[in-house]
């Protein structure tokens, strides 16, 4: 993106949250984000409150810092539980509410974005919101290109009582995609004041990170390679298993793979598909990068199972691609994969239908033969970033932060929280 560093002096606060109760995709399309807002413009900072345990892992520019909130996982009742703590959710998810708010009100941004819920996780987010719309802080939901199958996220809604929220708390609703591949409020009932503050910003292209060292585990694969990748891993073994089956099956498959299992997937799936792995003298595993952009570059093509950011980054380094979605516990992946088929971005194996290793094996021969995502012109495809920011830029340009707490007009013992704002000390 281009740089347009503001003229202004007056430092603005954008802040951003991603509940990230399971999974990488939610705390690296905020990254994406944040690093877009403050390359645009050197006088903003950018706060992300996250819940991710592998926020600390990623590289952010400089006027980027997080907060992380006490993790919690979904366990297979559907409930969530504190990830690591010995305590309950209940108070697990009381602490984060607080952190939340507490962070919120001493922040003070100019601008709040929050990732995919409305609410936040079981609505942690909601005393947050009301607080800063009583301030006047611009307040957006960031929404995927696709968040599920329409009559099952309408149920969603109206138990989490989102409807409410798009219409009384929330300035702006921006859909990170576009309207010819998904509409993801379809079969959604919404008043028409909702769908007025909807805009597509395209897709959220992806740049190399700053340090594009390639992990050393590249260095015995000779020739061209398939990357494969199972996003955070906690449900990407069958996609692995699938892959390591057609190699088993077919010894001729022209090209080597480098296969990275994500940080989620349990420690006796990755070892067991290791060893099967160490069979082959063109086959490599890595358990995470934070550089995959550094391996999707140089890949031949890409196996994947089609969250939002590998979609993203397979069109952002125009790869060659095999996509394996996921039905379960969302239809969000198989929807946009199925779409995206349909225009010809990428190619598609439906795991539902059996996972034949002969099926994968052919797919991986024909990849080489695929065309290109270039290959098909869709206006604005990867317009995101630029249109984020000129979204967030028009926010800015009226900041608002309402009052100061009183923490910061108080000061402590060391003086002000905020250096804006004089320490009023009481005469005695």
Same mark, same amino acid.
């Given at each position: 993106?281009?740089?347009?560093?503001?003229?202004?002096?007056?430092?603005?606060?954008?802040?951003?949250?991603?509940?990230?109760?399971? %999974? /990488?995709?939610? @705390?690296?399309?905020?990254?994406?984000?944040?690093? !877009?807002?403050? *390359?645009?413009? #050197?006088? =903003?900072?950018?706060?992300?409150?996250?819940?991710?345990?592998?926020?600390?892992?990623?590289?952010?520019?400089?006027?980027?810092?997080?907060?992380?909130?006490?993790?919690?996982?979904?366990?297979?009742?559907?409930?969530?539980?504190?990830?690591?703590?010995?305590?309950?959710?209940?108070?697990?998810?009381?602490?984060?509410?607080?952190?939340?708010?507490?962070?919120?009100?001493?922040?003070?941004?100019?601008?709040?974005?929050?990732?995919?819920?409305?609410?936040?996780?079981?609505?942690?987010?909601?005393?947050?919101?009301?607080?800063?719309?009583?301030?006047?802080?611009?307040?957006?939901? %960031? /929404?995927?290109? @696709?968040?599920?199958?329409?009559?099952?996220?309408? !149920?969603?809604? *109206?138990?989490? #009582?989102? =409807?409410?929220?798009?219409?009384?708390?929330?300035?702006?609703?921006?859909?990170?995609?576009?309207?010819?591949?998904?509409?993801?409020?379809?079969?959604?009932?919404?008043?028409?004041?909702?769908?007025?503050?909807?805009?597509?910003?395209?897709?959220?292209?992806?740049?190399?990170?700053?340090?594009?060292?390639?992990?050393?585990?590249?260095?015995?694969?000779?020739?061209?390679?398939?990357?494969?990748?199972?996003?955070?891993?906690?449900?990407?073994?069958?996609?692995?298993?699938?892959?390591?089956?057609?190699?088993?099956?077919?010894?001729?498959?022209?090209?080597?793979?480098?296969?990275?299992?994500?940080?989620?997937?349990?420690?006796?799936?990755?070892?067991?598909?290791?060893?099967?792995?160490?069979?082959?003298?063109?086959?490599?595993?890595?358990?995470?990068?934070?550089?995959?952009?550094?391996?999707?570059?140089?890949?031949?093509?890409?196996?994947?199972?089609?969250?939002?950011?590998?979609?993203?980054?397979?069109?952002?380094?125009?790869?060659?691609?095999?996509?394996?979605?996921?039905?379960?516990?969302?239809?969000?992946?198989?929807?946009?994969?199925?779409?995206?088929?349909?225009?010809?971005?990428?190619?598609?194996?439906?795991?539902?239908?059996?996972?034949?290793?002969?099926?994968?094996?052919?797919?991986?021969?024909?990849?080489?033969?695929?065309?290109?995502?270039?290959?098909?012109?869709?206006?604005?495809?990867?317009?995101?970033?630029?249109?984020?920011?000129?979204?967030?830029?028009?926010?800015?340009?009226?900041?608002?932060?309402?009052?100061?707490?009183?923490?910061?007009?108080?000061?402590?013992?060391?003086?002000?929280?905020?250096?804006?704002?004089?320490?009023?000390?009481?005469?005695?």
């Amino acid at each position: 993106m281009p740089d347009r560093t503001a003229t202004s002096s007056r430092p603005k606060r954008v802040l951003l949250y991603s509940h990230d109760s399971f %999974g /990488l995709g939610h @705390v690296s399309r905020c990254r994406t984000i944040a690093n !877009a807002i403050v *390359e645009a413009d #050197h006088s =903003v900072s950018v706060l992300i409150i996250s819940g991710s345990p592998m926020i600390g892992s990623y590289e952010f520019r400089s006027g980027i810092d997080f907060v992380r909130v006490p993790g919690v996982v979904k366990i297979e009742t559907g409930e969530y539980d504190s990830a690591n703590l010995r305590v309950g959710v209940e108070h697990t998810l009381e602490m984060r509410t607080r952190i939340i708010r507490d962070t919120a009100d001493i922040y003070r941004p100019d601008l709040f974005i929050v990732d995919k819920e409305p609410l936040g996780l079981r609505g942690e987010v909601g005393p947050t919101l009301h607080m800063l719309k009583e301030r006047g802080t611009p307040l957006v939901i %960031g /929404l995927r290109d @696709v968040m599920d199958d329409p009559a099952a996220l309408a !149920a969603e809604w *109206e138990r989490k #009582h989102v =409807v409410p929220a798009l219409t009384d708390l929330y300035d702006e609703i921006w859909i990170y995609g576009l309207p010819q591949i998904n509409k993801p409020l379809t079969g959604i009932e919404v008043p028409p004041s909702v769908r007025h503050k909807m805009v597509y910003t395209g897709y959220l292209q992806r740049e190399l990170p700053l340090h594009t060292d390639v992990p050393h585990e590249m260095d015995d694969i000779d020739g061209p390679f398939i990357l494969v990748t199972a996003g955070g891993g906690g449900d990407g073994a069958n996609l692995i298993d699938w892959v390591l089956s057609a190699y088993e099956t077919d010894p001729h498959i022209p090209y080597g793979a480098m296969i990275v299992f994500g940080p989620f997937m349990s420690a006796a799936e990755r070892e067991a598909f290791k060893e099967r792995a160490a069979r082959f003298p063109n086959i490599r595993t890595l358990t995470f990068t934070n550089n995959l952009g550094a391996l999707m570059k140089d890949a031949a093509g890409v196996v994947a199972m089609g969250g939002y950011n590998t979609f993203c980054e397979i069109l952002s380094f125009d790869k060659k691609s095999i996509i394996v979605p996921r039905t379960r516990p969302r239809l969000e992946q198989f929807i946009r994969a199925r779409a995206a088929r349909n225009i010809g971005l990428i190619e598609m194996l439906d795991a539902d239908k059996g996972c034949d290793p002969h099926a994968m094996a052919t797919a991986l021969r024909q990849l080489p033969q695929q065309g290109l995502p270039s290959d098909v012109v869709v206006p604005g495809l990867l317009d995101g970033l630029p249109n984020v920011w000129r979204l967030v830029a028009k926010q800015l340009a009226h900041p608002h932060r309402g009052p100061a707490p009183l923490e910061a007009i108080w000061g402590t013992a060391d003086g002000p929280l905020d250096p804006t704002v004089p320490t009023v000390r009481a005469r005695t």
